[in-house]
């Protein structure tokens, strides 16, 4: 009996290295790949914690005592509102998975009359400023259920623009000329 023997053909100069080079670049995407999948289970399925944990690291991104996080899209100028002010804010409210649950394109709030979170926003802002912010469900709504658009302990996510504001004492002159002058649906007409 014979043995055939097949000839095994040497490899060509820098095939080896071209080999690992490859082996390299595998083994990176699939790192980057894990890495990205990790960070989109943090921002869906991670608690509100760990979620906000995640947030803080990115940029732009600041972290207030209380928990509060807010990002400047665009500062504004002048000077903030207080907590006895009324503003006028353009607003998208958003849930973590993205579910609008409110907006509005203008509409006036009383800055100390929101949940704390929003009012600690809307007081770092200045007229013009756009912010996005984080409220932590302790900071909004809590365990209670405002309604069913809103499930109970609710991380709540707010695109928001200060338009204007005025003091308390200009929106009670205010008041008072509107009643002065009549205004249809205000008490006693």
Do not use: C
Request: net charge negative.
């Amino acid at each position: 009996m014979s043995v055939t023997t097949v000839p095994i053909h040497p490899i060509k100069k820098g095939s080896l290295t071209k080999i690992w080079l490859a082996v390299f670049l595998v083994v990176a995407a699939a790192l980057l790949l894990a890495y990205t999948g990790t960070q989109k289970v943090v921002v869906n399925g991670a608690s509100n914690e760990q979620f906000l944990a995640a947030n803080a690291d990115e940029d732009g991104v600041e972290t207030t005592a209380s928990g509060l996080q807010y990002k400047v899209i665009r500062p504004g100028e002048g000077a903030s509102p207080t907590a006895t002010d009324t503003a006028l804010v353009k607003y998208e409210g958003r849930l973590r998975d993205g579910t609008i649950f409110d907006a509005n394109e203008q509409t006036p709030m009383p800055v100390g009359g929101v949940v704390p979170g929003f009012s600690e926003a809307l007081q770092l802002m200045q007229k013009g400023g756009e912010y996005r912010i984080w409220i932590p469900s302790e900071l909004a709504y809590g365990e209670a259920s405002p309604g069913p658009e809103l499930p109970a302990n609710s991380l709540l996510i707010f695109d928001v623009t200060l338009l204007d504001f005025i003091s308390a004492a200009q929106m009670q002159e205010l008041q008072r000329q509107m009643q002065a002058e009549g205004a249809p649906g205000l008490p006693g007409q």
